[in-house]
């Protein structure tokens, strides 16, 4: 499993109650969801840390190298992700999607002939299609990132322009009352002087 944000870590906290701290192993990709773990005392397998907001290639992959091998050597017998869905700059959810053993659909019995072996070529095609999961869901997470950054920085950038349009108006207001206030001491000593 690894996360992004506070959605995630809800979303990855229940699956562990639900299914017993003590029987799972955590993968996390991240310094959010190692100290999320850490802090609750849940046994971390491994971690990937210093990616730094950039996505890796080569670190995806090897997130899921660990994670076939786990599945294939028998460690687990199942695998899930909890992640950052991107669906919009605005809207990210929170995800929980089994990635291993991967559930076979529903095939039309048509004979093929296929080089190499069926089962060889099938185990392959798997195993590319669990990588390609691992660097999405991790492009995603990094993608939500983002978006998280540009929408904040942007409400940012409104709220400074707003604010300052608003000491604009106030420091105009102020200067047209002290000016006022000028002009009538400057009337008010002519007037005087006339008088």
Known sequence: MWFYNTGVLHVANEFLSHNGKEDILVIAVGKRGYSFFKSREVAVHSVYLGLNGRYDQKVSDKVAKDLIDLFLNGDVDEVWSAHTHFETAIIQKPSLEKILPVEPKKAVREEYIV???????????????????????????????????????????????????????????????????????IVSSVEALKG
């Open 115 to 185: 080089e190499p072996e069926a089962d060889v070529l099938l185990n392959e095609l798997v195993l590319e299609s669990v990588i390609m999961k691992i660097r999405r869901i991790i492009i995603e997470g990094f993608t939500a990132e983002h978006a998280s950054r540009v929408v904040a920085m942007k409400s940012a950038t409104d709220s400074a322009r707003e604010l300052l349009n608003n000491l604009t108006l106030i420091r105009n207001k102020i200067r047209q009352t002290a000016i006022t206030q000028e002009i009538m001491e």
